[in-house]
């Protein structure tokens, strides 16, 4: 693993959020999520800038897209956000209270719907 495990704290014991998007918001105000070596893998092949995601993720309304309870990586969602320049990216991360990022990438319009949303059927 590659990245920054810290945990918030309060009063000696974690804090929990009310949403998870609220708490992966939290994680990225606080630097407090891991990034596995695929993640990272697929930054540098996409040449995408985490800083960019991470802004996104902070700044605009980040909304789950697909949620994955079962997944064998961990709980986890598909989080849709949009950067200052309007490029959409998708983020998939494992629930808080540990945030582990997992893979990110730019939607396919071929794939998504014209919002980036939902998945189009075959």
Same mark, same amino acid.
């Given at each position: 693993m590659v990245g920054l495990f810290r945990l918030p704290e309060a009063a000696g014991r974690?804090?929990?959020?009310?949403?998870p998007i609220d708490g992966i918001k939290q994680a990225f105000r606080d630097g407090s999520y891991l990034v596995s070596e695929h993640f990272f893998g697929r930054l540098l092949d996409r040449g995408i800038d985490l800083s960019v995601v991470g802004d996104a993720v902070r700044e605009d309304a980040p %909304?789950?897209?697909?949620?994955?309870?079962?997944?064998?990586?961990?709980?986890?969602?598909?989080?849709?956000?949009?950067?200052?320049?309007?490029?959409?990216?998708?983020?998939?991360?494992?629930?808080?209270?540990?945030?582990?990022?997992?893979?990110?990438?730019?939607?396919?319009?071929?794939?998504?719907? %014209?919002d980036l949303r939902r998945r189009r059927l075959p």
């Open positions: 974690i804090q929990t959020s009310e949403t %909304e789950v897209i697909e949620d994955y309870p079962e997944d064998t990586r961990g709980a986890s969602n598909l989080i849709h956000c949009v950067g200052e320049r309007g490029e959409a990216y998708h983020l998939l991360c494992t629930y808080p209270p540990t945030v582990r990022l997992i893979t990110v990438y730019v939607p396919d319009p071929a794939l998504w719907t %014209e």
